[in-house]
């Protein structure tokens, strides 16, 4: 059974960086595409940035020049580093994988089937 456990979080003012860590368990991580997603007041996640298993990497365009997701997979990590952070990039981080992501489905959460149980991030202003 696929496990993944985040780390990282935390408060942080504007302008400074914060570096989320994934933690992946259970199966091999070149399998898998992963991802984060952020969740503000109970809204629907929403795709922040993805690493597919071939290496190719996406954001959304709130986050890019910003953000900067990575994977170690001898490690059986996945990383995102924050920099530049604002106000609006408040919210619950969760990480995400899948073994089966296409190219067209990388922002759709409904497409991971592995999800963590998130960490707080909050950026002061």
């Known amino acids: 059974q696929v496990q993944l456990v985040e780390s990282g979080g935390g408060l942080v003012q504007a302008g400074g960086s914060l570096r989320l860590s994934c933690a992946l368990s259970?199966?091999?991580?070149?399998?898998?595409?992963m991802a984060w997603f952020r969740q503000v007041n109970g809204q629907e996640r929403g795709f922040v940035a993805a690493?597919?298993?071939?290496?190719?990497?996406h954001y959304t365009d709130s986050v890019k020049g910003r953000f900067v997701i990575s994977r170690d997979n001898r490690k059986s990590t996945v990383e995102l580093q924050m920099n530049s952070l604002k106000p609006e990039d408040t919210g619950v981080y969760y990480c995400?994988?899948?073994?089966?992501?296409?190219?067209?489905?990388?922002?759709?959460?409904?497409?991971?089937?592995?999800w963590g149980h998130g960490t707080q991030v909050t950026v002061s202003s």
């Open positions: 259970g199966s091999t991580a070149s399998r898998y595409s």
């Open positions: 690493i597919r298993s071939r290496g190719d990497t």
């Open positions: 995400a994988a899948s073994s089966t992501l296409i190219l067209s489905n990388v922002k759709n959460a409904g497409a991971y089937g592995y």
